[in-house]
Nanobody
Framework: QVQLVESGGGLVQPGGSLRLSCAAS????????MGWYRQAPGKQRELVAR???????NYADSALGRFTVSRDNAKNTVYLQMNSLNSEDTAVYYC?????????WGKGTLVTVSS
């Protein structure tokens, strides 16, 4: 089992920034992918950004140029730096871990973009 704990969500004004963190613990394999997904009210969960243990990244079109995903393998932690936030970014953000044999989700952290 892998446990994921997200932090860093909250209320931010349009145009503002937030940094999300996700700490993983448990049976973590060296080769894995960690990432961020989000689910807005009434919508399906969607990929925001993910990063492999080797540092390869991919982003949703909506995140390109505004969000940056990074990780610290020594701390088993993945980050999501979000800039230029707008109301469409309001959602619960979930951390995900995948090593092909195990797939885990965090409980989520709420990001609300509002003036």
């Amino acid at each position: 089992q892998v446990q994921l704990v997200e932090s860093g969500g909250g209320l931010v004004q349009p145009g503002g920034s937030l940094r999300l963190s996700c700490a993983a613990s448990g049976r973590i394999f060296n080769i894995n992918v960690m990432g961020w997904y989000r689910q807005a009210p009434g919508k399906q969960r969607e990929l925001v950004a993910r990063i492999t243990s080797g540092g390869n990244t991919n982003y949703a079109d909506s995140a390109l140029g505004r969000f940056t995903v990074s990780r610290d393998n020594a701390k088993n932690t993945v980050y999501l730096q979000m800039n230029s936030l707008n109301s469409e970014d309001t959602a619960v953000y979930y951390c995900n871990y995948n090593d092909r044999t195990l797939y885990s989700w965090g409980k989520g952290t709420l990001v609300t973009v509002s003036s």
